[in-house]
């Protein structure tokens, strides 16, 4: 297994033709040097936020709890302990009422800034007009989250909806992570569900057996990874954990975007899309609107 390439001082362009249209990991080593980054740390963040109400997750990304944050931090930080659930603290991504992290967000803008290699324009998802980019610390990005998570917490293996990209950025302590190239998904898929690496079903997964992650890599505090299109990812902290993550799909993933949908008219995260293009839809749209609005999108780009 291979350690993910690093790289420093990478422009846009590079980063999109050699990664994004590569389709290939990568972990940027400099774009967190100038945040402030003691402002997410465990005793700011609870000291800040800890009286909000967050909904905490096993590792098979169902919702055990909701509860205060600085609970979470009191049961869970601790030394030698394992834990078993973490904090996906998502920002709106739905009309729905749940506990969204929207307010941390806003409270933390000043903090961090986009990271410089990454596109704010050119990209279908979420929608970018032309002159308008896309600013992750200001704008709404689609599963834009902080992930707070106790040692021994994970994220079981899983690809990313819409043939999307997602870019991890660590903020407190350290990450194991693997990572299988998509022409694996027949040995690491059954219907809808993925194997587990820990603890495998050989009898649904009889091919697992015959393949091996081609990343094995520890993310270090102060390091960004790209988790490409179709990349499936298995992700477990390896310490006392703090990110923030956040979905997108450049232009030059149109394509895969389009033939996703195509494929999938029933897609349970569809809501998700239709959320991030509402000002581009009627009310109340239809699958037929989302493929229609890409549909006369697509030249543009």
Request: charged content about 25%.
């Amino acid at each position: 297994m291979m350690k993910v390439k690093r790289v420093s001082n990478i422009s846009k362009e590079e980063f999109v033709k050699d990664f994004l249209i590569g389709n290939q990991p990568v972990i940027i080593t400099d774009a967190m040097d100038t945040w402030d980054v003691k402002k997410f740390t465990p005793s700011h963040l609870k000291e800040e936020y800890g009286d909000s109400l967050v909904q905490i997750y096993n590792d098979l990304f169902d919702m055990q709890n909701v509860d205060t944050l600085e609970t979470y931090f009191d049961e869970n930080f601790i030394e030698n302990k394992e834990s078993k659930e973490y904090v996906r603290w998502y920002s709106q991504l739905l009309d729905a009422d749940l506990f969204w992290s929207d307010e941390c967000f806003e409270g933390l803008k000043s903090s961090w800034t986009h990271p410089y290699f990454a596109p704010t324009e050119g990209l279908v998802f979420p929608y970018s007009e032309t002159g308008k980019p896309k600013d992750i610390t200001k704008h709404q990005y689609p599963y834009k989250g902080i992930f707070i998570s106790g040692e021994g917490a994970r994220t079981r293996l899983h690809k990313d909806p819409f043939e999307s990209n997602a870019l991890l950025c660590q903020f407190y302590g350290t990450k194991k992570i693997y990572l299988f190239h998509p022409s694996k998904q027949a040995s690491l898929m059954n219907d809808e569900d993925y194997v587990d690496m820990v603890n495998v079903n050989h009898e649904k997964f009889p091919d697992y057996k015959n393949i091996t992650p081609d990343y094995e890599d520890t993310l270090q505090p102060g390091e960004i990874i790209l988790f490409p299109s179709g990349w499936f990812h298995d992700v477990t902290s390896a310490s006392d954990s703090i990110s923030i993550t956040w979905n997108f799909i450049h232009a030059s993933g149109m394509d895969k975007l389009y033939n996703h949908l195509k494929n999938n008219p029933e897609d349970g995260q569809l809501k998700v899309l239709k959320y991030f293009l509402a000002d581009q839809l009627p009310a109340e749209p239809t699958y037929e609107d989302v493929m229609t609005f890409y549909e006369q999108n697509m030249v543009n780009y």
